[in-house]
């Protein structure tokens, strides 16, 4: 059967106006209903869902202002599996770990290169973590407490799908040193990522095989839903590189945050401008709904 599609507009808070709201409106024909005056809004589209979103993104080029499409039905999910750096929290841990030790230029670029897709990532991180080697664990605490934290609408976006009998996985090809914490501040049911060798209160410059990459994340989306008896189309992945691209392949929801091209490429919700709160408006939320 044809799909009818949904259009959801969704901005920083109070960026979506009434301007904005009147172009959106007179690009599709008829008018919006806001899930949440200045924030979000929906319309319904029919089976011209991209040709609709394409006009609006059009009208809307100069403005803050995210445009997705998306089937009508079906849009509430019952798995949220999320990456952790930068897209859960503002910034790469391996990096404040680096920059810490005063190794970030030379960490860095190497990150940046595995999330454009540029490097294999267990290739990528086996060479980071080598240049940490000899680190006092100390470092991992004072990164936690320093310098990470949650981005804009992640607990909202985990507290409110949670209340609603959704399951949530933070998944990071990152360390569980910080998934452990980031989890239980942001209040997902489970994480997985990476050990980190340590040894006498020292980094070893290893990580423990086999390394969460790229597959791994994918294999988790898929293995929790058939672990809860849910289809692929009940379940909704985020992300933000190169890593993240098998389980936003596989996603029945799949949304690419703040990321780099490659994964905009392949995810069906792009948010450049608004925070994570409009993953829960993206599935027809409305501001009551919410719970912080």
Not at 100 to 124: C, D, N, S, W, Y
Not at 228 to 256: C, F, K, P, Q
Request: hydrophobic content about 45%; overall charge negative; aromatic content about 4%.
């Amino acid at each position: 059967m044809p799909t009818d599609y949904t259009l959801v507009l969704t901005a920083a808070l109070g960026r979506l106006d009434h301007n904005a709201a009147h172009a959106a409106s007179k690009a599709i024909g008829h008018g919006l209903h806001w899930l949440e005056p200045g924030t979000a809004a929906e319309a319904p589209v029919g089976q011209d869902g991209l040709a609709a979103r394409d006009a609006v993104r059009e009208a809307l080029k100069d403005l803050a202002v995210d445009v997705n499409v998306l089937p009508g039905t079906g849009r509430r999910k019952q798995l949220l599996v999320a990456d952790m750096d930068s897209t859960i929290i503002g910034c790469e841990c391996i990096d404040e770990i680096a920059d810490v030790a005063g190794l970030k230029p030379q960490v860095a670029a190497i990150t940046e290169r595995a999330m454009r897709g540029e490097l294999p990532f267990e290739e990528a991180l086996k060479a980071r973590v080598a240049l940490l080697k000899g680190l006092p664990e100390a470092t991992l605490e004072t990164v936690f407490r320093e310098r990470v934290r949650l981005n804009p609408g992640a607990r909202t976006l985990v507290q409110t799908m949670a209340a609603n009998g959704a399951y949530t996985a933070l998944v990071s090809g990152g360390f569980t040193y910080f998934t452990s914490r980031v989890a239980e501040a942001a209040g997902f049911a489970t994480h997985r990522a990476n050990e980190l060798g340590i040894a006498a209160g020292l980094l070893t410059g290893a990580v423990a095989e086999p390394i969460l990459g790229r597959d791994a994340k994918r294999e988790t989306l898929e293995g929790l839903a058939q672990f809860r008896g849910l289809s692929l189309s009940e379940t909704i992945a985020v992300g933000d590189g190169a890593n993240d691209l098998a389980m936003i392949e596989r996603a029945g929801l799949s949304a690419a945050y703040r990321a780099k091209p490659v994964l905009k490429a392949a995810a069906q919700i792009h948010l450049d401008h608004s925070d994570l709160t409009a993953l829960l408006y993206v599935q027809g939320y409305r501001s009551g709904e919410l719970v912080n």
